[in-house]
């Protein structure tokens, strides 16, 4: 079992930025995918960023590309993703989730946190 922990989330006002943690614990998370997902209310879960845990694989929606960045720490078992120049638009709960398989589909991946929310104020 991998048990997945996000924070970071908050309130900034539109244009400000944010980095959001998820932390792997359990089994090693070497080999996996990590990606990162949000779900604003009334609406699909939906794809924001996967990367393959070494790092040598990033794939990033249209949606953030250029302004959302993905990085880690091995040695933490850690994935950070900064956000940057965030809109009303990114407002929702952002979910850290890991796998097998590189997917932009939520539901492929094995593992994911609680979740953590995110709110840009225009």
């Known amino acids: 079992q991998v048990q997945l922990v996000e924070s970071g989330g908050g309130l900034v006002q539109a244009g400000g930025s944010l980095r959001l943690s998820c932390s792997a614990s359990g089994r090693t998370v070497s080999g996996y995918v990590m990606g990162w997902f949000r779900q604003a209310p009334r609406k699909e879960r939906e794809f924001v960023e996967a990367?393959?845990?070494?790092?040598?694989?990033?794939d990033y929606a249209d949606s953030v590309k250029g302004r959302f960045t993905i990085s880690r720490d091995n040695a933490k078992n850690t994935v950070y993703l900064q956000m940057n120049s965030l809109n009303p638009e990114d407002t929702a709960v952002y979910y850290c989730?890991?796998?097998?398989?590189?997917?932009?589909?939520?539901?492929?991946?094995?593992?994911w946190g609680q979740g953590t929310q995110v709110t840009a104020s225009s």
């Open positions: 989730e890991g796998g097998r398989a590189w997917s932009r589909w939520a539901r492929t991946y094995d593992y």
């Open positions: 990367s393959t845990w070494s790092g040598d694989s990033t």
